[in-house]
């Protein structure tokens, strides 16, 4: 079964410095039927104005997940890190026993675009950590680029779940497929751009939903940028 979920069928909220969408319920937002899917329990697209950002709070038991689509948010936590993350970076952490930082928009006059996503981690208590890496966009046109699994395979960074992200740059006539393994899901996200899935016309915040599914099949991508969760 494939299950399209819409942009505008998302959690939405404005608050000046900060507009978001939320793919699964999130502070305000909350609807029983988008709680989660499988481990994956968090898509937040975030633009935040610059000078802007999240001042200091807490997470725990979480494998916490930022994309950078375009600007930079500088990062900083308990745990040391001070960094800015920029477009084509990916930032994991591993909240685990309890960690806290902030995140702004250190720019004058860029807003920065983001995902922020959320994975349930297999196991509680674990010793927070923190990964960041930048992967060109070289690696990704029209392939797929792993970002986050759970033995860091291919130079992807360490999540601990068993769940595989990654990403791929689609224009043109390019084409693309994933096959899906047995008794496992998978969700797909368009990042940015347009793209067709499986027969469905997708725009940016877009998703698919595969149960019981064997492929993903991308193709007619319009600088389409697109993400996709492999879960178990």
Request: hydrophobic share 40%; net charge negative.
């Amino acid at each position: 079964m494939i299950t399209l979920r819409k942009a505008d069928a998302r959690g939405h909220a404005h608050h000046g410095w900060l507009e978001s969408w939320h793919s699964f319920s999130f502070a305000d937002y909350q609807d029983p039927a988008h709680q989660r899917f499988g481990t994956l329990r968090v898509i937040n697209e975030d633009i935040v104005q610059p000078g802007a950002g999240f001042d200091t709070h807490g997470h725990r038991d979480m494998e916490i997940i930022t994309y950078i689509l375009s600007g930079r948010l500088h990062h900083r936590d308990s745990m040391g890190n001070g960094e800015d993350i920029r477009a084509g970076e990916i930032q994991v952490m591993c909240a685990g026993s309890g960690m806290q930082h902030s995140e702004f928009n250190p720019s004058d006059d860029e807003a920065v675009h983001l995902l922020q996503i959320w994975i349930m981690p297999d196991e509680q208590g674990l010793a927070p950590g923190y990964w960041q890496k930048t992967f060109p966009n070289e690696a990704k046109r029209g392939r797929w680029c792993l970002l986050a699994s759970p033995d860091a395979t291919d130079g992807s960074l360490l999540i601990h779940q068993d769940a595989r992200l990654s990403t791929a740059l689609l224009d043109g006539a390019e084409t693309l497929d994933y096959p899906i393994p047995a008794g496992r899901r998978a969700y797909l996200h368009v990042a940015r751009g347009s793209v067709q899935a499986n027969g469905h016309e997708l725009v940016a915040g877009d998703a698919l939903m595969y149960v019981d599914e064997e492929l993903v099949s991308l193709a007619a991508g319009s600088d389409a940028e697109v993400l996709l969760f492999d879960l178990a």
